[in-house]
């Protein structure tokens, strides 16, 4: 019989990507996610039966050690940009991730990717990512033979950070953006994948910080994606101390209004936005790996098109134009 891994989060982002390799790989796949019915999509990334999505709460003891039983190596991809309501970071990135490991390692498994994120710091003043350190700690503590990978910024069609940024164009001529001067180094999301993948196969351990190719600002990121939707925005920055002001305001109306208003940037966020997000120097990467990093120029047209002018009709009017003036 074919090996079982159980993906925490395996509906998410990064997770449904890790989902379908592992299936590919040939493994059965069980997919741990608070809200099984909303994951059906799944199934379709193996033969009938090979991935199903099954109930899962990280917070609750039971429930994350039920998801375990027969399984042959386990992957938490799990992770939060905000805060909502019980979903705290210290519940779900920190004791949810060690969780994971302890029950693990009791159920005799020792074969275990974490997925955290570059900017991982205990000592950081923000929360996501003292509790990003944490979780890892957590993790090393019961699974010393663990992979953990420490992604930047990921993009690809499903992403929050390019579509988001994308659909605020339509707003008006003015995009607005904190920290306009941080540095990130984006990364295609199925090559995380890829990474975490090698790690269960091949039984990889360490720490490893993954980046694309190419280092941008802020500012050069958004330039890049008005680029490629055809729009002309003044991308303006917006200093941090008027930005802490301005998330103060989202989260308090976020509070009032009972998560219904959801936060357009978080004070923590603030925090975080602070420090450059990119791979450290000497830190193991895609290069030990043996895997070369997809450039962003070569995805963001493939699902940012929509946010064209005139959508996918946009090359055929290009086209027309550049007959007409030649």
């Not at 991935?51 to 917070?59: D, K, M, W």
């Amino acid at each position: 019989m074919s090996k079982l891994v159980t993906i925490y989060g395996g509906s998410g982002f990064v997770g449904r990507y890790i989902a379908r390799r592992m299936a590919k790989a040939g493994w059965r796949v069980r997919v741990a996610v608070r809200r099984p019915n909303e994951a059906l999509f799944v199934r379709t990334y193996g033969v009938v039966g090979q991935v199903e999505p099954v109930l899962c709460n990280i917070r609750d003891e039971a429930s994350v050690a039920s998801v375990l039983q027969g399984a042959d190596a386990v992957v938490n991809c799990v992770g939060m940009l905000a805060e909502n309501g019980k979903n705290t970071f210290e519940a779900v990135q920190a004791e949810g991730a060690e969780r994971i490991a302890r029950l693990a390692q009791a159920a005799g498994i020792t074969r275990m990717v974490h997925v955290s994120a570059i900017g991982a710091d205990a000592d950081s003043e923000s929360i996501y990512a003292q509790t990003k350190a944490a979780g890892e700690a957590g993790v090393l503590k019961h699974q010393p033979n663990a992979m953990i990978v420490r992604p930047s910024i990921m993009f690809g069609p499903e992403d929050e950070f390019f579509n988001r940024f994308a659909g605020m164009t339509r707003m008006g001529p003015v995009l607005p953006v904190v920290g306009a001067d941080t540095q990130f180094q984006p990364v295609y999301v199925d090559d995380v994948a890829q990474a975490v993948v090698k790690g269960v196969l091949d039984e990889v351990r360490g720490v490893y910080e993954l980046g694309g190719p190419v280092v941008m600002s802020m500012r050069g990121l958004m330039n890049l994606m008005l680029g490629v939707i055809r729009r002309r925005r003044l991308v303006l920055n917006i200093p941090f101390f008027a930005a802490r002001y301005m998330a103060f305001g989202f989260d308090m109306g976020q509070i009032l209004s009972l998560g219904l208003v959801k936060s357009m940037v978080t004070r923590d966020q603030v925090k975080n936005l602070r420090n450059d997000n990119v791979v450290t120097k000497g830190a193991q990467s895609f290069e030990a790996l043996g895997i070369d990093p997809v450039a962003m120029t070569s995805v963001l047209p493939e699902y940012l098109w929509r946010f064209r002018p005139s959508g996918e009709f946009t090359a055929i009017k290009e086209s027309a134009q550049n007959l007409r003036s030649s």
